[in-house]
């Protein structure tokens, strides 16, 4: 296949490099046009990729097969809607980001647009990205209920496993939303790793229970009990890990705040729904976002 990667960032480049060692035809996007993009990554196994990729080639990119979105959240909107006029028609556009609510946004796109969670951690270490730990991805239809592209899944399974389609795929997108809603803003808070929160059990019991509400409201069957047992998993199985709150927060760039917690509190305002714990969290994050924003030179994540 030929595959336009957006976002050369840690996931964006981890694409990458599968995509290639797959034998797929792959270039990078990246916001500030280069003719290049350089994938270094080194592997869980310690195996190293380090090649110089075709990057921002408008040819290559109306013959794609598929354009693969791994940019920040309140990225992803603007950059898509810039690409998607290059673009054949028939191209899947598949987005994967912590957050919800960018689906929302792109529903004027003529392309089918599928979205997806993964639990692959990636990192960068200077100019390196570590796959810190194999993980599994969830992908489905954005706009395109009742259409069949699990053919993709089947294909990026091979490429970087795990993989697996969801008819409904706003459930997984959920439980996600639920563990970053309680990770990424504490551990920004608390500027610790997720493995603290196990000694913050009451707030993450209470952002579990508002999230629980909210979900159900959403028509998605769950309890306050279920969550906090799947996000307790997580704080313990990624204990080591800066969450990438807290990671944008120390170097002062915009944080998915607004697609997290902020989808959050959009949703529980549509059902009349009060969720003031995460209310003050969002607070807290975007005071905390403001006074670096307003000190440095302006625009969120320039
Ligand atoms: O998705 C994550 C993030 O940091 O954004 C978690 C699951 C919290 C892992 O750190």
Redesign the pocket.
């Known amino acids: 296949m030929k595959i336009t990667v957006l976002g050369c960032g840690a996931l964006g480049q981890l694409w990458l490099a599968s995509l290639y060692k797959q034998g797929h035809e792959v270039q990078g996007w990246l916001r500030v046009p280069q003719p290049f993009c350089h994938v270094n990554v080194v592997e869980t196994d310690g195996s190293v990729f380090n090649q110089t990729l075709t990057a921002n080639d408008p040819d290559f990119l109306a013959s794609s097969d598929l354009l693969l979105v791994t940019l920040k959240a309140w990225q992803v909107s603007g950059s898509v809607k810039a690409l998607a006029t290059k673009l054949p028609s028939h191209c899947p556009i598949l987005l994967l980001h ?1 957050g919800m609510g960018t689906i929302e946004e792109l529903q004027s796109l003529r392309q089918p647009l599928l979205t997806g969670v993964t ?1 692959h ?1 990636a990192r960068r270490d200077g100019n390196i990205i570590i796959h810190v730990a194999n993980g599994t991805t969830h992908i489905g239809p954005g706009n395109v209920a009742g259409r069949d592209f699990s053919y993709l899944a089947d294909i990026l399974h091979r490429t970087l496993p795990d993989m697996a389609w969801h008819n409904n795929i706003l459930a997984a997108s959920w439980k ?1 939303l639920a ?2 809603c309680v ?2 803003p504490l ?1 920004a808070l608390y500027n610790c790793p ?1 493995g603290e929160l196990r000694h913050h059990q009451d707030e993450v019991s209470d952002i579990c229970n508002e999230v629980a509400i909210v979900m159900e409201r959403e028509g998605h069957h769950t309890s306050a009990e279920a969550l906090l047992f799947y996000v307790g998993e ?1 704080i313990e199985s ?1 204990g080591e ?5 807290l990671q944008d927060v120390r170097v002062q760039r915009h944080t ?1 705040i607004d697609y997290i917690t902020g989808y959050l509190l959009q949703r529980a305002r549509v059902h009349g729904l009060c969720v003031p714990v995460n209310n003050r969290l969002y607070e807290l994050i975007k005071r905390k976002e403001n006074e670096y924003e307003r000190s440095s030179t302006g625009l969120p994540g320039s």
């Open positions: 912590n639990t951690a996600k563990v970053n990770i990424n551990t997720n997580v990624t890990n800066i969450s990438s709150m998915e």
